[in-house]
């Protein structure tokens, strides 16, 4: 089945850290690929996007690039703040349908 | 960006009671919203696409009857929880399709059914 897989949090870094967290993917078709970061008492938002193979999407200082190959579509970000900590979700959506699916979200905890 | 609100964002109910939680869309109409529920270390998991104006779409093991959902106007969608009991208590999320098809999400209602 269609299916989205996170490392588990919680990810604990300091500030000015280098941030990797890992997502892979199994799904029929071509998917796009999200990643959604939900900040303390806040709903999702939409972080970045991919919608085909070797796509980057860009945001706010984090990348993620669509990797058909490993199936994979891992998030990075060079240098993370404080204000970075929050849970991040990676998300598929098949193409031709609006049924996100969702991983289990990775807790980020950025200290000073 | 849209915002989209839940209420409430927390609630505590005795067994056997139903609960309603609303989402509304505050500064869009959303002819499409949708209700995603999180366990505990689980990913969201879509419930239902509610349509406004008509019955709502769920999905594959959602029990209709258990959760009832109404999209009555362009801005509000309420899923109730009938008959509640512990097993339901978990994390509900709603989100709503903006204009651009991109999608915006509540903050979140948690239910603990006692």
């Known amino acids: 089945g269609n299916s989205v897989t996170q490392m588990e949090g919680p990810v604990t870094l300091s500030e000015e850290a280098f941030l990797t967290i890992n997502c892979t993917y199994t799904?029929?078709?071509?998917?796009?690929l999200f990643w959604y970061v939900q900040y303390p008492g806040e709903g999702l938002q939409l972080l970045l996007k991919?919608?085909?193979?070797?796509d980057k999407g860009s945001n706010k200082g984090f990348e993620a690039t669509y990797r058909k190959e490993t199936t994979s579509f891992h998030l990075e970000k060079g240098s993370v703040q404080v204000s970075d900590s929050a849970v991040y979700f990676c998300a598929l959506i098949l193409y031709n349908t609006d049924k996100l699916i969702f991983g289990t979200g990775t807790r980020l905890q950025v200290f000073p | 960006g849209a915002v989209v609100s839940q209420h409430p964002s927390w609630v505590i109910c005795k067994s056997g009671t139903s609960v309603k939680i609303e989402c509304r869309s505050l500064?869009?109409?959303?002819?499409?919203m949708f209700w995603y529920r999180q366990f505990p270390k689980q990913s969201l998991m879509l419930m239902a696409t509610?349509?406004?104006?008509?019955?709502?779409?769920?999905e594959q093991g959602v029990e209709k009857d258990k959760f009832l959902i109404n999209h009555a106007s362009l801005t509000l969608s309420t899923l109730t929880v009938t008959s509640a009991h512990p097993e339901d208590s978990s994390f509900y999320i709603c989100?709503?399709?903006?204009?651009?098809?991109?999608?915006?999400f509540g903050e979140g209602s948690r239910l603990t059914v006692l």
């Open positions: 991919a919608t085909k193979a070797d």
């Open positions: 500064d869009f109409q959303a002819t499409t």
């Open positions: 509610s349509n406004e104006g008509s019955k709502a779409t769920y």
């Open positions: 989100s709503a399709r903006w204009h651009t098809g991109e999608l915006f």
């Open positions: 799904a029929t078709g071509y998917p796009s």
